[in-house]
């Protein structure tokens, strides 16, 4: 039974519905939207959280409700995009969105460190949007990974990596569990998401 009959008929074991959970609640929008107010606060406290809002609306929530009615109106198949042919116009939305955004910000001289979380937005765009183009890569590990590896830059690395890491093989788990990704997809999401994290974030300190 595949995971849309599943999630249709309200079945599956326990591990089905964890899967199905984690995949909902670490959908790459969603973390995206988080990823600038939360950078903005650790770095910079209540005025780098208003910049990151404002960042987090613009480059991420733009494609995210673009996205949602998308699949409203029956265009896409779910807020996760499981057919990769779908994929191509809301990536090059969110390339649209991020560029404008990273535009507003530089211009509003905007805190570095959120000036820094949307390149890596975009960053993502640029790589994950490119790779995904001939192959499944998975958007949640790459996402996930990569907000690990920003925030070790913000935090003490030691314990944002000890509970990080577990919490990517985590939505590693899920997204093969559902049926949306091999485990080759899914490393290779960490690997692309993390490593562009770093090399853009850290180019920013």
Do not use: N
């Not at 890569?137 to 577990?166: E, K, N, Q, R, W």
Request: charged fraction near 10%; hydrophobic fraction near 60%; glycine fraction near 12%.
């Amino acid at each position: 039974m595949t995971d849309q009959r599943l999630e249709e008929t309200g079945r599956g074991s326990p591990a089905d519905r964890v899967a199905r959970l984690v995949t909902e609640v670490f959908a790459p929008q969603y973390v995206g939207i988080a990823l600038p107010p939360l950078v903005g606060a650790l770095a910079e406290g209540w005025p780098g959280l208003a910049w990151g809002l404002l960042a987090g609306l613009l480059c991420a929530g733009v494609p995210a409700a673009v996205i949602a009615l998308g699949v409203r109106r029956g265009r896409l198949d779910s807020v996760h995009l499981v057919a990769r042919d779908s994929r191509k116009g809301p990536i090059l939305v969110g390339l649209a969105a991020v560029l404008v955004g990273l535009l507003v910000l530089v211009s509003a001289d905007a805190p570095v460190a959120v000036v820094a979380s949307v390149a890596v937005l975009l960053g993502w765009a640029l790589v994950l949007g490119s790779i995904t183009l001939a192959w499944k890569i998975s958007f949640h590990t790459a996402v996930s990974a990569g907000v690990v590896v920003v925030l070790a830059f913000l935090l003490p690395a030691p314990p944002v990596l000890l509970a990080g890491s577990p919490l990517v093989v985590l939505i590693g788990w899920a997204r093969v569990r559902v049926t949306h990704h091999t485990v080759a997809q899914v490393v290779a999401g960490a690997l692309a998401g993390g490593g562009v994290a770093l090399a853009v974030f850290g180019g920013f300190r």
